[in-house]
């Protein structure tokens, strides 16, 4: 069975771009979660789809956004990009929600480097 | 506010030997604790989660111990070799509708031979 993967493997833009990473979820999984790892920290929450939905965000400025489609794959944008948007982006997925448990199986990651 | 702790940030031990990674949360609604391992260039891989209502789990050389009323809980590696070298996270889960992961910011393990 495929795990998450997502694509650009890497990516390099210049301040003030934008761009958008792409995310493809485990077959059967509903929700995707993206989050930030910059170098030498922990991850980030940014944001939780499920079921095409935003459901949470975490303390990001709106320039950080994205989207779910229907086959449950999901989008970040980043707008406007500055220097310390430089990082691992990371994507999960996991199955429905059963008592408040969700298994999160994470991807490769994008590492976005901002010059 | 949601808050987690992980010591130390850098561990390393001879093969053979056991580790212990350590994490405190502040959330006391948090019912799911996962490890996770990211190798150089991956992304985390899942390798041992223990739920609110369980004490202790063991899987091979890794065990996870929970503690929920000091909101402690513990990754144990035992007979450590080279391959379990790479950085640690722990995490706890938080139900209140978010259903977010609040990560601990990780140790790096390095096992020496």
């Known amino acids: 069975e495929a795990g998450v993967t997502q694509s650009p493997t890497h990516l390099i833009k210049t301040r003030g771009q934008q761009v958008t990473l792409r995310c493809s979820p485990i077959?059967?999984?509903?929700?995707v979660y993206w989050y930030q790892q910059a170098l030498g920290l922990g991850l980030q929450f940014l944001l939780w789809y499920d079921e095409g939905e935003e459901r949470n965000r975490g303390n990001f400025p709106p320039r950080f956004s994205g989207r779910q489609f229907p086959n449950y794959s999901s989008e970040l944008n980043v707008n406007a990009l500055e220097l310390e948007d430089s990082a691992l982006y990371l994507c999960?997925?996991?199955?429905?929600?059963?008592?408040?448990?969700?298994?999160?199986?994470f991807g490769p990651g994008t590492r976005l480097t901002v010059l | 506010g949601e808050n987690v702790e992980q010591h130390p940030s850098t561990l390393s031990v001879q093969e053979g030997d056991s580790a212990v990674i350590k994490c405190t949360y502040s959330?006391?609604?948090?019912?799911?604790f996962p490890w996770y391992k990211q190798e150089l260039g991956k992304g985390p891989q899942l390798i041992i989660d223990i739920r609110s209502n369980v004490g202790e789990k063991k899987d091979q050389r890794i065990a996870v111990t929970l503690n929920k009323t000091a909101k402690h809980f513990s990754l144990h590696i035992t007979e450590t070799q080279p391959e379990d070298s790479a950085v640690y996270f722990c995490?706890?889960?938080?139900?209140?509708?978010?259903?977010?992961?609040?990560f601990g910011t990780g140790t790096r393990l390095k096992v020496l031979a």
């Open positions: 999960a997925s996991s199955l429905a929600l059963f008592g408040g448990i969700n298994e999160q199986f």
């Open positions: 995490a706890a889960s938080i139900p209140s509708g978010t259903y977010k992961y609040i």
């Open positions: 959330d006391s609604a948090s019912n799911y």
């Open positions: 077959s059967g999984h509903t929700s």
